[in-house]
């Protein structure tokens, strides 16, 4: 059983920043690599940043690279997302999710936290 929780979505205007966390529960010896997703409505999901459970390589969608930086802690099984400069076009649902293989772009991962709300103003 893999239980994900991410926390620490909110409202922030434009410009600003914001840090998700994912804390991982259960077998989370069998991650290959953690991630974060995000769904606008209407959207379909789309991922955002990746690492990998192991060695830490990180991978990112081009629209945040430079701005967002995903971290871990594997000691506390937690992933972080730290989120700067912030625009708009970022507000969105952001999931936490977890994968067994490396194919991090692909947006059908395993195991899925609830989602927690990040909405920029302007």
């Known amino acids: 059983q893999v239980q994900l929780v991410d926390s620490g979505g909110g409202l922030v205007q434009a410009g600003g920043s914001l840090r998700l966390s994912c804390v991982a529960s259960?077998?989370?010896?069998?991650?290959?690599?953690m991630g974060w997703l995000r769904q606008a409505p209407g959207e379909e999901r789309e991922f955002v940043a990746a690492?990998?459970?192991?060695?830490?390589?990180?991978y990112y969608a081009d629209s945040v690279k430079g701005r967002f930086t995903i971290s871990s802690d594997n000691a506390k099984n937690t992933v972080y997302l730290e989120m700067n400069t912030l625009k708009p076009e970022d507000t969105a649902t952001y999931y936490c999710?977890?994968?067994?293989?490396?194919?991090?772009?692909?947006?059908?991962?395993?195991?899925w936290g609830q989602g927690t709300q990040v909405t920029v103003s302007s």
């Open positions: 259960g077998r989370t010896l069998s991650f290959a690599a």
């Open positions: 690492i990998s459970w192991s060695g830490g390589n990180t």
């Open positions: 999710a977890a994968r067994k293989d490396r194919r991090v772009f692909h947006t059908a991962y395993d195991y």
